[in-house]
């Protein structure tokens, strides 16, 4: 059973960078669509992007000008970069992947447990 | 990019039968068969529910079922228990400028 896990840094300064990883285990990162999905704190969930195995990617228009998802297929790892945060960034991140290989669906079967990552001077 | 359109909340008793309804624009729901829903109950992360508007994956009770009309999806559980009070979010694709985007999230309660 495919599991997926986030590592980051749990607390960021406003104006710096969010830099997030997303560890796959039992399965390998080949052949499907992973996304990146937050939740702040007592609200509901937003899409911030996607990338496919082979590197092409593609962003919520409202955060694309600071988001970066890049993948190490080597490491069965995916990453997400966000610059210039400020506090309305603080929330819970998660790593998701699609259901099904090859198809982009929106229909994310497999998530990760989460990560708080506070944006606090 | 705008989020769908969700009841704040929604409540029922055991054995009822309720709907969610999540209301789009023709550049998303009405558009495309790619709406899911998911579940979320407190401190846990989502919980896939329905996909391409009515299919439940493996392992999600026949109670829960999903349908579309126009701009609008809804998600019916039937036969409610205790255990499905929970937040319900719905998810649509919204074509190659927007991608992707959630629903503002449903609380069912269970009385």
């Known amino acids: 059973q495919v599991q997926l896990q986030e590592s980051g840094p749990g607390l960021v300064k406003p104006s710096e960078t969010l830099s997030l990883t997303c560890t796959v285990s039992g399965g390998s990162i080949s052949s499907y669509y992973w996304s990146w999905i937050r939740q702040p704190p007592g609200k509901g969930l937003e899409w911030i992007g996607y990338?496919?195995?082979?590197?092409?990617?593609n962003y919520n228009p409202s955060l694309k000008s600071r988001v970066t998802i890049s993948v190490d297929a080597s490491k069965n790892q995916f990453s997400l970069k966000l610059s210039s945060v400020t506090a309305a960034d603080t929330a819970i991140y998660y790593c998701?992947?699609?259901?099904?290989?090859?198809?982009?669906?929106?229909?994310?079967?497999?998530w990760g447990q989460g990560t708080l990552v506070t944006v606090s001077s | 990019q705008s989020a769908l359109t969700q009841p704040a909340s929604v409540s029922g008793s055991p054995g009822q039968s309720i709907t969610i309804s999540c209301t789009g624009t023709?550049?998303?729901?009405?558009?495309?068969?790619?709406v899911s829903w998911y579940q979320q109950h407190p401190g846990k992360a989502p919980k896939l529910m329905i996909y391409e508007v009515s299919k439940r994956p493996s392992g999600v009770s026949n109670r829960f079922s999903g349908s579309k009309s126009g701009n609008t999806a809804s998600l019916t559980i039937s036969g409610l228990q205790a255990e499905d009070e929970a937040d319900y979010y719905c998810?649509?694709?919204?074509?190659?400028?927007?991608?992707?985007?959630f629903g503002g999230g449903t609380k069912l309660t269970v009385l």
């Open positions: 998701a992947r699609d259901r099904e290989e090859y198809q982009l669906l929106f229909a994310f079967q497999h």
């Open positions: 990338i496919y195995y082979s590197g092409s990617t």
């Open positions: 023709s550049s998303d729901v009405g558009s495309y068969n790619l």
């Open positions: 998810c649509s694709y919204a074509g190659s400028s927007s991608w992707g985007v």
